[in-house]
């Protein structure tokens, strides 16, 4: 039986100069979530004979999010690529939205950090679904993987 789940991934840091806490406690919650629980297949690897688990390197040369593919043998998998165009504006909203949220936990009342928290989530799971329709073809996932994947590519954005 195949082990269809992401073993271990890993992020091109070579842009990133500096995160804040609240952004490295999230990348660090999407790696964790992501290798203790995943559904991943990439179609085109699984039919050339590769088999889980997977391992994954994310960067983001020339605008567009590469993944590389390591197999349960930890032989090259090859490369899926996607256009990040289509992501630009939702991955300002949800910077826009977690600044927000982030500020608001100083001083906000607890409806008001509800408030923004349920619109973070709102247009997190909004990428999350256009991240699904972007994979299609390509990788065989479930909502909960493409959204800590989505969680990984903000990350990614972050320049200094």
């Known amino acids: 039986m195949a082990d269809n789940r992401i073993a271990e991934i890993a992020l091109d840091e070579s842009t990133v100069l500096k995160r804040a806490d609240e952004v490295e406690r999230e990348r660090e919650a999407a790696l964790r979530d992501l290798a203790e629980g995943s559904s991943f297949v990439p179609l085109r690897a699984a039919a050339a004979g590769h088999c889980g688990p997977w391992s994954l390197h994310l ?31 939702v991955v300002r909203e949800y910077f826009a939205i977690c600044d927000s949220y982030y500020k608001a936990l100083r001083k906000a009342s607890a409806q008001e950090l509800e408030t923004l928290d349920m619109a973070r989530r ?5 990428a999350t679904r256009q991240l699904l329709e972007a994979l299609e073809g390509k990788v065989e996932t479930d909502f909960a993987t493409a959204r800590r994947l989505f969680t990984l590519i903000c990350v990614l954005h972050i320049r200094g």
């Open 59 to 89: 960067s983001v040369p020339e605008g567009r999010l590469a993944l590389r593919l390591r197999d349960g043998k930890g032989a090259d998998a090859g490369t899926i690529g996607l256009g990040l165009t289509r992501f630009r504006r």
């Open 122 to 126: 709102a247009i997190h799971d909004r």
